[in-house]
């Protein structure tokens, strides 16, 4: 296969704009797709905050982030990632919407390009059997903030050839992560073991076990976590760790990855975290204060 010197990501959001920025950082020529140029000029204007803070900070130089950002291109069109040698999916947890642009996409790009996906719960085949090109397609799966998280989860299906795969891995690598092998399961290494621990702190609260304050104290202080399970399950976004258990659920037919009832009424009241303002806690004063949640 061709060496990968074009990089395309499909979507510029939290996820896409992070994926996008460490693709140029790296000295890769990267195109980012978006659904209208409002979105595309948003995530754009993130990754510009992201490298202005990291020369700020004295960890990039300004020529530098200037070069990163002279080889960003964003775009509305996916036609304009034909010559991508690998395209990397970063939109909205839904399948169809992602088969959809894989379709399109496959009649797009040439045969040799890679297809990846950043999705953090569904299987790599379930998008990969909507192409042409399953032998060529992985997951990699990055973390959030993707500038920071060193972890790439590199995930191979049962149809993926080594060759992909081994050419996704030394492509994470040249970004400058740390990335590992995972199967093609349902929440690959990090959510498969991570998940279950969230959903069994909600169980605790659930019964009386302890407050929410004293299980994220003593996740912090007794395990050396650097937040507690509901700190955590803010920032990921309430309405995202719920998503994510379903799929798992459906994927494993196991009650420790069926969402706790608090879960599901916290989502279907818009208490999403941080990013409403509020979830287990409510951050709308000048420091996050413990919702009420069980009465």
Known sequence: MAEIRRVA????????????????????????REVSDEL???????????????????????GERDSTVARITTTTRLDDLSAADIVIEAVTEDLDTKNGMFRELDGICGKDTLFASNTSSLTIASMAAATTRPDRFVGLHFFNPVPVMK???????????????????????????APVEAKDTSGFIVNRLLVPYMLDAIRCLETGLA??????????????????????????????????????FDEFREPRFAPPPLLKRMVTLGYFGRKTNRGFYDYTGEKPVPVDLVK
Not at 169 to 174: G, M, N, Q, T
């Open 151 to 177: 972890l790439v989860e590199v995930v191979r299906s049962i149809a993926t050839s080594r060759e992909a795969f081994d050419r996704a891995f030394e492509f994470a690598r040249s970004l400058g992560k």
């Open 211 to 248: 407050s929410m304050e004293d299980i994220d104290k003593g996740m912090t202080l007794g395990t050396g976590y650097p937040m507690g399970p509901f700190v955590l399950g803010d920032f990921v976004g309430i309405d995202t760790l719920y998503y994510i258990a379903e799929i798992m």
């Open 9 to 32: 990501v499909l979507g510029c959001g939290l996820m896409g704009s992070g994926i996008a920025e460490v693709s140029a950082r790296a000295g890769y020529e990267t195109h980012v």
């Open 40 to 62: 595309a000029q948003k995530g754009f204007a993130r990754i510009r905050k992201s490298l202005d803070r990291a020369v700020d900070k004295g960890k990039l130089e300004a």
